[in-house]
């Protein structure tokens, strides 16, 4: 396993690589060097592509997954490049292996028809534990917006006028989401029965717990996993399937996927980003064209 102990060194104090992704290098090319000391006499300077597409049906005939096997095709292709820059070989062989195609799995959602049978249907209690697990179902439904960035929704986020909601996202990005007058007035009785119940100092977030604290990852998971278990039997129950709920019903309805892509707070949308011009206004109306509770 000549060279690999430099390139490691180069990868973490060089390039500066998580901890969790140099030993995810260290270990994929270990893996790799092992199959070829143990199935030929190991050249490093002959190296072809023949050797590494052996070792790719090895690891899929021993049940890898596509996804597995790209990701270590990746360390080993870093690597290879790594020793054509250091004038060790003198072409990445790595570059003529195919790659087994990765299938991404759909993203489950909650139709249309069972969001509204929980949201008018179901009774969740008018006292305040009730009305906040509600609204923190209706929140993640009528804006799609990530757990985190629940969490953080405070009251001044709320426009006064009852047009939208000013979301903080990842890399502290901010993007408008325009919401309905219905969803407003449930956010106003919602903060009305909070502060009538509720002891709390110096908190200007939005959910808070019974006890005045902020809400905390595994409480609204475990909300979402109790109300959507009422109208749903998909393995998965997270708030971020509310999330695809959000956005699968707006795109049935119509919406433009550059809207869906503003709304949900997306830095990247393929070949579509370029496209991605759309004004707070236009984004509002398509909303309330668009979504089922609009």
Known sequence: MRHLGDFLEYIKNIKHYTPNTFIAYKRDLEQFFIFCESDQKYDLDALNHQQIRNWIISLMENGCSARTVNRKISSLKTFCRYLVKEGIIGTNPVARVLTPKSYKKLPVFVNEKQMNFLLDEVVFGDDFTGM????????????GIRLTELINLKTVDIYGDGSALKVTGKRNKERMIPITRDFYNDIVEYMRIR?????????????LTSGGKRLYPRLVYRVVTQYLSLVTTADKKSPHIL??????????????????????GHANLSATEVYTHNTFEKLKTIYKQAHPRA
Request: proline content about 0%; charged content about 25%; glycine content about 2%.
């Open 195 to 207: 502060n009538e119940n509720v002891a709390f100092e110096n908190d200007d977030h939005l959910f």
């Open 243 to 264: 999330r695809h709920s959000f956005a699968t019903a707006i795109l049935n309805r119509g919406a433009d996927l550059n809207a869906i892509k503003d709304l949900l």
């Open 132 to 143: 906040r697990n509600r609204l923190i179902i209706e929140t993640f439904y009528n804006t």
